[in-house]
């Protein structure tokens, strides 16, 4: 069964750093693309990152652009989000989503249950 | 960017209704459309990708339709399960975007 499980998110003030952590399991990670979603509370979702199943191309959201960096262990099957300089409007649970083929243009099948990141002082 | 545009934002329908939700985007996306369920406090579920191919387990009362900018979502006869949220999104191109959603509730 393919599963992906995040975690690292919490309660960080206004400035701060967290990395978040989604462990993949049941696919060849390797072979997919995969991109981190977020969701501020009440609001739709929000496209963040993604990254291609090699980790030599990576993209980025305006809104995280110099803030976030997407990166990949094939090797430990995890995708990774750093995130610093974080603002309130950071504030939203985070997915990380796998894409269907190894390059970026390829559609979300798998998602997992989320992480809260809470940006407050 | 691409901008995507869904309509209504929200809509009441009873059990049984016939049920569509409209996405527009900004420039022509070729297809590449995808369709998420997502209910309150869940991760998003797949429904159809390449604007009308069914995702394996989704009841055939959902279907998609489209081309070029213009794309509909249906559900021909609306089930209890069926209240969410539901979004598209463009895979296109970089940044994959999304549509603000369509909210269903019970009349």
């Known amino acids: 069964e393919v599963q992906l499980l995040e975690s690292g998110g919490g309660l960080v003030q206004p400035g701060g750093s967290l990395r978040l952590s989604c462990a993949a399991s049941g696919f060849t990670f390797s072979s997919y693309a995969m991109s981190w979603v977020r969701q501020a509370p009440g609001k739709g979702l929000e496209w963040v990152s993604g990254i291609s199943g090699s980790g030599d191309r990576t993209y980025y959201a305006d809104s995280v652009k110099g803030r976030v960096t997407i990166s990949r262990d094939n090797s430990k099957n995890t995708l990774y989000l750093q995130m610093s300089s974080l603002r309130a409007e950071d504030t939203a649970v985070y997915y990380c989503?796998?894409?269907?083929?190894?390059?970026?243009?390829?559609?979300?099948?798998?998602w997992g249950k989320g992480t809260t990141v809470t940006v407050s002082s | 960017d691409i901008q995507m545009t869904q309509s209504p934002s929200s809509l009441s329908a009873s059990i049984g209704d016939r049920v569509t939700i409209t996405c527009r985007a900004s420039?022509?996306?070729?297809?590449?459309l995808a369709w998420y369920q997502q209910k309150p406090g869940k991760a998003p579920n797949l429904l159809l990708f390449?604007?009308?191919r069914l995702e394996s387990g989704v009841p055939s009362r959902f279907s998609g339709h489209g081309y070029g900018t213009d794309y509909t979502l249906t559900i021909s006869s609306l089930q209890p399960e069926d209240f969410a949220t539901y979004y598209c999104?463009?895979?296109?191109?970089?940044?994959?975007?999304f549509g603000q959603g369509t909210k269903v509730e019970i009349k």
């Open positions: 390449a604007a009308s």
């Open positions: 420039q022509g996306i070729s297809n590449s």
């Open positions: 999104q463009q895979y296109y191109s970089s940044p994959q975007t």
């Open positions: 989503a796998k894409l269907t083929g190894p390059f970026y243009n390829y559609y979300m099948d798998v």
